[in-house]
């Protein structure tokens, strides 16, 4: 939905007194105004352009001193353009119609004569919160996207990436994934092995540094009955298990020089050996190694053999981290959301705005592993509708402050403000309202996007 023209936010006013709206036009001229003084110009107007934002005077004729009229408008509005905020602009003596009005779905409410400094502070607040939703919507529709299924990336870094993964993916060429820790290099390698004409063959992983060196050749080659003390049967290696399909060596890096030369050996001949046996038994298996470790580095130090790393080499992908892939992490988070929403019952509905600019700001040095777990904890412990900086165990404040951007630290001053009035007030509602000078509906709003605690 189109909210903006000329750099300005849209918003439709529908007033029928001419001086209210040259008062709205001088007081609202930042944004592009829509002025209307009837229903149907009203919402001939909306289905033309619809806006992010309307103030809907409730006294219009043909019924003036009542409300019939401006309850008709706010629901046709809502039914037009169920996204749009509509403030309900309403006189002291008809309070109970204002209230009325909120029940049927109006964002806000304030009373005529008209404050500005208020009225100001109640449209910047219902345009916030339009964009706010606006972008968990696109956070929502766009977390599907993605050209390789089960590999979530729009960044160009990760649709490079996975375009060359779709060239390579057919080919039998061994494949080497350099990423950090945490980047998804086993999702990848899968991807690999589901595009490629072994897909129907079995896919084997066995992590090199989390196996014990005593164990690891029985792990990758396999061993015959009472080839060592424990060897109570015979057990058919990993290698042999891959038969027909894709291997998957990760941390590569960690694998022993003695067990270097043995899978040297291995990649030459394509021929295994039991501990114990003696039959050579050939294998076809296509090689996928994965590691976080700088094998030239490794090499140079003669922690890794040149001959083997060749053999592992024939195609090399560098996998971006986190921080690297641009907008990946949001959509990321939007991802596991809706997957923890799912596996633990919870129904958040997004982000705060505090919450994505911290998502956009952190490091993410753990990468999308350190995300998936920050996201989990968030659907567990969230205790509002959205997802806040606090719930992922982010430090909100500290994202805050590596931004100068005006809105983020409006944001903060206000989530402080509101804290501290709660506080003041014992958290009664309307005490704190009073305190701040706003509307009770408009301090309920402000807590439930800050994701603050009240009592409604």
């Excluded at 750099?7 to 709206?21: F, Q, T």
């Excluded at 968990?136 to 996975?162: Q, W």
């Excluded at 009472?226 to 891959?242: D, N, Y």
């Amino acid at each position: 939905m189109k909210t903006m023209a000329n750099n300005k936010r849209r918003m439709l006013i529908l007033e029928d007194d001419e001086g209210l709206r040259r008062q709205y036009r001088w007081a609202l001229s930042e944004h592009e105004l829509l002025l209307a003084s009837t229903r149907d110009e009203a919402l001939a107007m909306a289905r033309a352009t619809p806006p992010a934002v309307a103030i809907v005077d409730l006294g219009l004729p043909p019924d003036p001193d009542g409300a019939s009229e401006g309850l008709a408008a706010l629901e046709a509005l809502r039914l037009l353009s169920p996204d749009t905020k509509v403030i309900i602009a309403t006189g002291n003596e008809n309070r109970e119609h204002a209230l009325r009005s909120i029940a049927l779905g109006a964002y806000d409410f304030f009373q005529k004569p008209v404050d500005i400094d208020l009225l100001r502070l109640i449209v910047e607040r219902a345009f916030r919160l339009y964009e706010l939703e606006t972008e968990n919507r696109s956070l929502a529709e766009a977390a599907p996207r993605s050209p390789i299924d089960g590999v979530l990336g729009t960044s160009d870094l990760m649709l490079r990436l996975l375009r060359v993964v779709e060239k390579i993916a057919p080919t039998d060429v061994a494949v080497l994934l350099l990423g950090e820790s945490g980047t998804g290099k086993e999702l990848l390698a899968q991807a690999i092995h589901r595009l490629s004409a072994r897909a129907k063959g079995p896919f084997v992983a066995i992590n090199c540094a989390a196996i014990p060196e005593t164990l690891l050749e029985s792990e990758l080659f396999g061993h015959e009955k009472g080839a060592f003390t424990g060897a109570v049967r015979q057990t058919i290696g990993k290698i042999e298990k891959a038969d027909k399909g894709t291997l998957f060596l990760d941390e590569i890096g960690d694998l022993p020089l003695a067990m270097q030369v043995k899978v040297l050996r291995f990649l030459q001949d394509h021929v295994v050996e039991r501990i114990g046996g003696r039959q050579q038994i050939h294998v076809d298996v296509r090689i996928v190694c994965a590691t976080n470790q700088d094998l030239d580095k490794l090499i140079a130090d003669s922690r890794f053999r040149e001959d083997l790393y060749y053999r592992l080499n024939e195609l090399k992908l560098n996998i971006p981290p986190l921080r690297e892939r641009n907008g990946d992490a949001l959509l990321l988070a939007s991802y596991f959301l809706k997957k923890f929403n799912d596996q633990y019952g919870r129904s958040l509905k997004g982000f705060t705005a505090e919450s994505i600019a911290a998502i956009r700001q952190h490091p993410w040095r753990g990468n999308v592993r350190e995300l998936e777990n920050r996201m989990k904890r968030a659907v567990v412990m969230a205790e509002g509708p959205l997802v806040t900086g606090p719930d992922m165990d982010l430090a909100s404040s500290e994202a805050a402050e590596l931004s100068l951007d005006l809105r983020s630290a409006r944001s903060r001053a206000e989530r402080e403000v509101l804290q501290l009035a709660l506080t003041q007030s014992g958290g009664n509602l309307s005490t704190a309202a009073k305190l701040l000078g706003i509307s009770r509906p408009t301090l309920y709003s402000l807590a439930k996007e800050h994701g603050l605690a009240i009592e409604s």
